[in-house]
C-alpha cells in the first residue's frame, strides 16, 4: 500500500502511462540490422510491468551520421515495419511506446553516408580524435532539417508509437549545438542572444506538436545542466531559461545532465537520484508532467521523488535492464526479490563496442530473443537431477539458482567462511559495495528455496566429490592473481617478479603494506586504481604504473576513466602511464617507455603489487574422477568480468539438460534484394 502512487496512470497529452515507471530512451547494442533482439528485450520491460518503454535514438536522416555506433534508424518509409512490430507488442503488453528521435550535428561523423557533419557554425566534431569539421548550415540546410523532423513525427505516427521525443540533451543533439554559445558562433536570428540560440528549438519543438495533431504526445529530452562540457548550460542559467520558455510546448519534459558520461554515472560516483539537485526545479516551472532519471531501483526513494514534487514518472535505462520485471515485483509486494542495478556500466560498455547489452546482474538481457532465456522464468527440468556447486561466488550462485528455479536439487559448497566469492572480497573496496548486490540478491533467493543446500567452511578434495551422491557437479572455484608479471601487454614474466611482487589477492586478504608503494596495473580496468586509492587512504605513498597510454583505459567504456584519473590526482597518487616495467631487484623497478622502448630512471619501492593475469584455479575440476560428470564455469573456466562470470554460470546451467549440438540460438539476417 506503501506504493500505489507509483501505479496511479499519468496523463500525457493525448495518451495515459498506464503507471509511472517509465523506461527512458537508451543504446541497447541492437543495430537497425537486428530488430528482433531489439523488439524482445523492449517487450520483455513491458512484460514486468514498465508502463512507457522507449526506443533508443533515432538518427532522422543520413546527414545524422554517427553509423560506428548501433544507433537506431529512422530515415524513411523502410524503416517503418520494424518499428511497428515494436509498438504492436508493446501495446498487447499494456504499455505505451515511445521513440526518441534526433539528430546528432557535432557529434556526427560524415564517414559512413558521405554528407558532411553539420553544425551551426564551422568547428571541429565533438569527437576530437576523428579529424573532421563541419559545415556550418545555412538557410536552406535549416529548412531542411526541420522538414525531417516533421517527417520522423509523420513516420512515428504510421509506425503507431505512442510519444515521439524531440532530442536535445547529452552535448549529442543538433538541438543543444544551436542553444549553446560555446557552439553557436552564427549573427543571423539563429545565433547571438539566447532567444535566437533558442529559435531552432522552438521552431522544430512547435512544428512537432503540428505534425502530431494530437494523435501523438510530443516529448522533449533536455539537458538542464552540464556537469562536464563547455559548461555554458547551467540549472540556475540558461538550462531553467530553456524550460521557462518552452515549459508549455511539450507534453512530457524528461530532463537529465550533460554529458551522457556524467547522466549515466556509476555507483562509484554518484549515489542513487543524484541529479535531483540539479532537475528538481523544472516541475516549478511547467505544469506538463516530468520523467528523470537517477538509477533507481529503491521503491521508497521513487515515492518520495513522487511525494516531495520532484518528477512525475520514474524514469529508468539501467536499472530497467537489471530488473525488467521490477514494477510488478513492487507491484506484488516482492522489494526484496529486485535484482538492483549494481551501477557498473557494463552495459554501457557494450553499447560502446557496438555489441549487444550485458548487465552483470542480468544475464538474460540480449538474450531474450536469441536463447529464448527469460528474466524470471526457468524452464522446469525434464528431470530432476541432484547437482552439487562448487564455489559460490558469481557464477556458482547463479548457476545455483538457475538450477534450483528449474527443480534440480542444488548443494552448494564453499570453502570460505562467508559466500561470494570475489565479489565479497572486491565489495569491501573503496567506491566498490554496490557491487555486493551480485552475491546478495542470489543469496537471498537461494535461502527462500527447499530444494536448496548451502554449505561455507566446506572445502571439498576430488575424493570427497567422488564419493558425493550426485548427478553433476559443477566447478566454480575462480581464479587467482599471478605474481609473475604476465598481463594484458605481456605474455612473458617479469624478471625479478616472482617471490617479490604482491597481488590485488594479498592486498585483500590484508597483507601488510610497508613504505613507499608501486601498483604496475597490465589488467586496465578498476582493480589497479581501486587499490590505488585504498592505500592512499590508508596514508600511503603510492605511484601507478601503467603501460597504455592512459590509466585505467577500459573505463573510457564505462563512462569513468575522466573521473577516475581526477580521483587519484586529488589523492596524490603519482601516475605513470606509457611505461613498462623490465626487471626487478633489490627494491628497484627498471622501467622504460612503452613506446620508444627508452629507459628510464628506476623507481624505488617498499611494496611492490601487480595487476596483471589471473590464474585458473584447476587442480580441483582436473583431480575429479572422470566417472563423475562435471562442468567448469565462471572464472574458473577463463578468467574475466563478474557479468562474464554471471553468464557462464547462467549458461552452464540452462543448457545442463540440453545436448551441444542442440544448444543453438537465433540469428539475425540480412535480406538480400538482389
Not at 535549416?142 to 522538414?147: D, E, P
Not at 617471490?499 to 613507499?516: C, F, R, S, W
Request: proline residues 6%; aromatic residues 8%; glycine residues 8%.
Amino acid at each position: 500500500m506503501n506504493y500505489e502512487i507509483l501505479f496511479e496512470p499519468v496523463k500525457i497529452g493525448p495518451v495515459t502511462a498506464p503507471n509511472r515507471f517509465f523506461s527512458v530512451p537508451h543504446a541497447n547494442g541492437h543495430s537497425p540490422l537486428m530488430p528482433n533482439g531489439s523488439i524482445k528485450m523492449r517487450e520483455m520491460k513491458a512484460e514486468g510491468g514498465w508502463g512507457t518503454v522507449a526506443m533508443q535514438l533515432a538518427e532522422i536522416d543520413p546527414s545524422s551520421d554517427i553509423s560506428n555506433l548501433p544507433i537506431e534508424k529512422f530515415w524513411d518509409e523502410q524503416d517503418i515495419k520494424s518499428h511497428a512490430r515494436l509498438t504492436e507488442r508493446l501495446r498487447q503488453r499494456g504499455a505505451l511506446s515511445a521513440i526518441e528521435i534526433g539528430h546528432t550535428g557535432l557529434r556526427s561523423r560524415g564517414m559512413a553516408n558521405g554528407f558532411p557533419v553539420l553544425g551551426p557554425s564551422n568547428l571541429a566534431t565533438l569527437k576530437p580524435g576523428i579529424p573532421v569539421q563541419c559545415k556550418a548550415m545555412d538557410k536552406a540546410d535549416i529548412r531542411a532539417l526541420r522538414k525531417s523532423y516533421r517527417d520522423a513525427i509523420n513516420r512515428s505516427k504510421q509506425a503507431g508509437y505512442d510519444i515521439s521525443y524531440v532530442y536535445a540533451a547529452h552535448d549529442a543533439s543538433i538541438l543543444w549545438h544551436f542553444l549553446s554559445p560555446a557552439y553557436n558562433r552564427r549573427t543571423d536570428e539563429y545565433g547571438g542572444s539566447f532567444e535566437n540560440r533558442l529559435r531552432l528549438f522552438r521552431e522544430v519543438l512547435e512544428e512537432a506538436q503540428e505534425e502530431a495533431a494530437g494523435e501523438i504526445a510530443i516529448a522533449v529530452r533536455f539537458a538542464v545542466h552540464e556537469l562536464n562540457g563547455p559548461k555554458a548550460i547551467t540549472c540556475d542559467g540558461e538550462g531553467r531559461d530553456v524550460v521557462e520558455a518552452l515549459a508549455e510546448i511539450p507534453d512530457l519534459w524528461d530532463v537529465n545532465v550533460s554529458g551522457w558520461s556524467r547522466d549515466s554515472g556509476t555507483s562509484r560516483f554518484d549515489p542513487e537520484g543524484f541529479q535531483e539537485e540539479f532537475t528538481s526545479f523544472v516541475k516549478t516551472v511547467t505544469t506538463k508532467p516530468v520523467v528523470g532519471v537517477g538509477r533507481f531501483t529503491s521503491p521508497d526513494a521513487m515515492v518520495s521523488q513522487i511525494r516531495r514534487g520532484v518528477l512525475d514518472l520514474i524514469g529508468g535505462a539501467r536499472p530497467s535492464i537489471a530488473d525488467p520485471f521490477l514494477p510488478n515485483k513492487i507491484r506484488q509486494g516482492r522489494v526484496e526479490d529486485i535484482r538492483e542495478c549494481i551501477g557498473c556500466n557494463i552495459c554501457v560498455a557494450s553499447d560502446a563496442n557496438s555489441l549487444p547489452l550485458r548487465c552483470t546482474q542480468n544475464p538474460t538481457v540480449s538474450e531474450e530473443w536469441r536463447r529464448g532465456w527469460h528474466p524470471e522464468i526457468i524452464p522446469a527440468a525434464k528431470s530432476v537431477k541432484h547437482a552439487l556447486v562448487v564455489g559460490s561466488g558469481p557464477a556458482g550462485l547463479e548457476a545455483s539458482l538457475t538450477l534450483a528455479r528449474a527443480g534440480h536439487k542444488v548443494t552448494v559448497a564453499e570453502g570460505a567462511s562467508e559466500f561470494g566469492g570475489r565479489v565479497a572480497r572486491e565489495c569491501l573496496l573503496p567506491g566498490l559495495s554496490a557491487w555486493g548486490r551480485v552475491r546478495d540478491y542470489r543469496l537471498f533467493q537461494l535461502r527462500q528455496l527447499s530444494n536448496v543446500d548451502l554449505y561455507a567452511e566446506s572445502e571439498l578434495s576430488a575424493d570427497e566429490i567422488g564419493e558425493f551422491d550426485v548427478d553433476h557437479v559443477f566447478v566454480a572455484t575462480g581464479s587467482t592473481w599471478e605474481s609473475k608479471g604476465r598481463g594484458h601487454t605481456s605474455c612473458e614474466p617479469i624478471r625479478g617478479f616472482e617471490g617479490i611482487v604482491l597481488t590485488p589477492d594479498d592486498v585483500m586478504a590484508g597483507k601488510e603494506i610497508d613504505g613507499q608503494v608501486i601498483i604496475y596495473d597490465d589488467d586496465h580496468y578498476y582493480m589497479g586504481h581501486v587499490l590505488a586509492m585504498k592505500l592512499a587512504d590508508e596514508g600511503r605513498s603510492v605511484t601507478l604504473i601503467s603501460p597504455l597510454s592512459d590509466i585505467a583505459t577500459w573505463t573510457n567504456y564505462t563512462l569513468e576513466q575522466p573521473r577516475v584519473v581526477a580521483e587519484l590526482h586529488e589523492a596524490g597518487v603519482a601516475l605513470m602511464p606509457n611505461t613498462t616495467a623490465l626487471s626487478c631487484s633489490n627494491k628497484t623497478l627498471s622501467i622504460a617507455r612503452s613506446d620508444t622502448k627508452q629507459e628510464l630512471d628506476s623507481l624505488e619501492f617498499d611494496t611492490l603489487i601487480h595487476v596483471g593475469l589471473r590464474e585458473p584455479s584447476l587442480e580441483l575440476y582436473q583431480s575429479i574422477p572422470s566417472v563423475v560428470a562435471s562442468t567448469l564455469i565462471g572464472d574458473a573456466l577463463a578468467p574475466g568480468l563478474i557479468q562474464a562470470a554471471v553468464f557462464s554460470g547462467h549458461k552452464a546451467a540452462m543448457e545442463f539438460e540440453t545436448p551441444p549440438d542442440e544448444r543453438l540460438h537465433n540469428r539475425e539476417a540480412p535480406v538480400l534484394f538482389v
